[in-house]
């Protein structure tokens, strides 16, 4: 089939990993570059924080989640990147004053589901098996099975892949104005398709109803004081930070969620809380260095879900929220399975 796909962030792109794998002919429409310096999908930490999502997330995002946790791979060797996929579970930890909280923050997710109850409780001593660098912690929890995908890696070498592939026609830097059954629209013209995928993301509010963003704020930081291994997260009263680490010594901080669809240079309350916040976690990143800092939105719908929305000759995917990396490819294995692909 000649299918076209509108919008080639995270969602586009496992998309057109997958159909490129079953023969498809694809054009491609983004109103960023092939390098999606603008996406979403470039500004994530990448965490597959299947288990410690649950606290607020539906138990729809728990099974989506562990899918693609399996699924992951595969894409990643599809792209000779099997080294960006890390699954060595994760930290999370909290100050003293703060124990409570965390407590009540495990037992929440082993009320919600069986496996949580592999979730181990760590004591000073065990926490300086694991990640050394945290020893002067006494109190986290350890959550086997979580890891990461290296987002900004997987971005460019999907790029790259993609852009080589003789399969594919990619119009980059246009605006598509309206997805429709069998046709994308741009520049005052509609070219027709086999089939459509809508997954703009943002880009589709003007025929997704209800479709918010959600700003999120993160600091890369290169910190060679610093060895941290696993995403780590640190529960505080006003929100849970997390640590991820990339190779080399750089690690992505970010915890900020805000119901604003401003994509504007991150405030100073919010880079002397995350900074404050990360400093107190080690002490080595005193002397780390702000590499980037980076704010974008993601598209979130009323119930924070995501949806497939399928019609004559067209799918529609959106509203991953804050759990791109963690959903994408179970939400597309699912579109392509109510489809005619195969």
């Not at 969602?11 to 002919?25: A, K, P």
């Not at 080595?284 to 879900?305: H, M, Q, S, W, Y």
Request: glycine residues 8%.
């Amino acid at each position: 089939m000649h299918i076209g796909i509108a919008g080639v962030g995270l969602v586009g792109r496992v998309l057109v990993l997958n159909l490129l794998r079953q023969g498809h002919t694809l054009t491609l429409f983004d109103e960023d570059s092939a390098y999606g310096d603008k996406a979403a999908g470039m500004t994530a930490a990448g965490m597959l924080a299947v288990f410690a999502e649950l606290e607020t997330a539906e138990s729809e995002i728990f099974e989506y989640g562990k899918r693609s946790i399996v699924l992951w791979p595969a894409l990643l060797k599809q792209l000779d990147i099997v080294e960006a996929y890390q699954q060595k579970g994760s930290i999370i930890t909290a100050h003293p004053q703060d124990y409570n909280e965390l407590e009540h923050f495990i037992e929440t997710l082993k009320s919600k589901v069986e496996e949580a109850s592999q979730i181990e409780l760590l004591d000073k001593a065990g926490i300086a098996v694991l990640e050394p660098d945290l020893e002067q912690h006494s109190k986290a929890f350890y959550i086997p099975h979580e890891g990461q995908v290296d987002a900004q890696r997987f971005m460019k070498v999907s790029s790259d892949y993609i852009l080589s592939h003789p399969n594919v026609i990619w119009h980059q830097e246009t605006k598509v104005q309206e997805v429709k059954e069998g046709e994308i629209c741009f520049s005052g013209v509609c070219e027709r398709f086999d089939w459509v995928f809508d997954a703009r993301g943002l880009g589709a509010q003007n025929q997704v109803e209800n479709l918010r963003g959600v700003r999120g704020e993160v600091f890369w930081l290169d910190a060679p004081e610093v060895n941290i291994t696993r995403p780590t997260r640190m529960l505080h009263p006003r929100y849970k930070i997390y640590i991820v680490p990339r190779p080399n010594n750089r690690y992505i901080i970010g915890a900020t969620e805000i119901e604003s669809e401003d994509k504007s240079p991150m405030s100073v309350r919010s880079s002397l809380e995350l900074l404050s916040a990360v400093y107190s976690m080690h002490s080595g990143f005193a002397e780390a260095r702000i590499v980037n800092t980076l704010t974008n939105c993601r598209p979130t719908l009323k119930d924070n879900l995501p949806t497939i929305t399928q019609g004559e000759k067209i799918t529609r995917i959106n509203g991953l929220y804050r759990h791109g990396y963690l959903l994408a490819p179970a939400i597309v294995e699912q579109a392509l399975n109510k489809g005619v692909y195969q």
